[in-house]
């Protein structure tokens, strides 16, 4: 995994080193990216691929990078001085989507690795009653549906969102 992740790894420098076309093209995928999977960086899109296996993750150029430093635990000393967007966006009053909701993605992905499904598990072996257990399997569809909305109406985090 090391001699492609350092060929990813130098084509983003390559690509990113001058103001011109090619950095352009770059940080569009990295922005289509970071929409796709509900991130607001490049770190924390690092740390997303910790939920994804290999396959999942080869849609774009952006995808594979983050889950071949993720998978070889390789961090990103350069983003930073390559565009801000691959910074790390790490405030203490804003939590972008996708940390907020990845314990609860976490479990349900857990669970499923070990073969436990919504409908041939029951809901009390995990401790959990029938309402939540229902809500943990219909939670990760509702929130790829519901989050672009929310981020095109201008709630970019969980913070943004009114308090009831």
């Not at 849609?59 to 691959?86: H, P, Y």
């Not at 959990?128 to 929310?150: F, N």
Request: hydrophobic residues 40%; proline residues 2%.
């Amino acid at each position: 995994m090391a001699v492609p992740t350092q060929e990813l790894l130098l084509h983003a420098e390559r690509c990113m080193r001058r103001e011109d076309v090619s950095k352009k093209i770059m940080l569009a995928g990295l922005n289509r990216t970071l929409d796709e999977w509900l991130c607001d960086s490049f770190m924390e899109l690092i740390e997303e691929m910790e939920l994804w296996k290999w396959d999942d993750a080869t849609g774009d150029f952006w995808s594979r990078l983050a889950k071949a430093l993720q998978q070889s635990n390789i961090s990103v000393t350069w983003a930073e001085q390559l565009d801000s967007s691959l910074a790390s966006v790490h405030t203490t009053r804003k939590l972008s989507w996708a940390p907020a909701t990845r314990s609860i993605r976490d479990c349900k992905m857990r669970i499923e690795r070990i073969g436990g499904s919504r409908l041939d598990t029951d809901s009390e072996v995990w401790g959990l009653d029938q309402t939540t257990w229902e809500l943990m399997w219909a939670g990760e569809e509702a929130m790829r549906k519901s989050i672009p909305a929310l981020r095109q109406a201008g709630y970019e985090s969980i913070s943004d969102l009114p308090r009831i």
